[in-house]
């Protein structure tokens, strides 16, 4: 009896770790298979998400379509853009006043995206949008802390 407790906890740790690992594969598996995906495609799941969420009529969808085409072209080449920096070996921590502009302009593209948003949509549909992003900007931010948390051990 004294032989199988210790066995069994082994066994469970042991199931605990493949299973975090499997998991933490999956994510990356999951992302990798999106980065595939067009520009267009990733486009159309977007929109689509958003008029499931804030049951947009077709003319918001089309207005959506082409604000998420933009945004995600734009991601897509500042992802690339990086990939490349990153493979030549050119990729740098920035300086003070480059995360400034960096931040400031990221801020500014919010804001334009925002101020289309509140255009393209009916006033129930911005709340629950400024809504869904409240929640998504507090997962994010939760996200965060669990990584800094688990790279302290």
Known sequence: M?????????????????????????????????????????????????????????????????????????????????????EAGELKKPTAEERYDMENARLDRMIAQQETLKKILNDEQYDLWKKMQLHKQAKVHEHKKMRRQSRRG
Not at 61 to 86: G, S, T
């Open 2 to 86: 004294k032989v199988v407790k210790p066995l069994v906890v082994i066994a469970l740790l042991t199931g605990a770790i493949a299973l975090g690992q499997r998991q933490g594969r999956h994510s990356g598996q999951h992302l990798d298979a999106l980065k595939e995906l067009s520009v267009e495609q990733l486009a159309t799941l977007k929109t689509k998400k958003m008029t499931l969420a804030l049951d947009l009529n077709d003319r918001q969808q089309e207005q959506i379509m082409e604000l998420n085409l933009e945004n995600v072209a734009f991601r897509k080449n500042k992802m690339e853009e990086i990939q490349k920096k990153r």
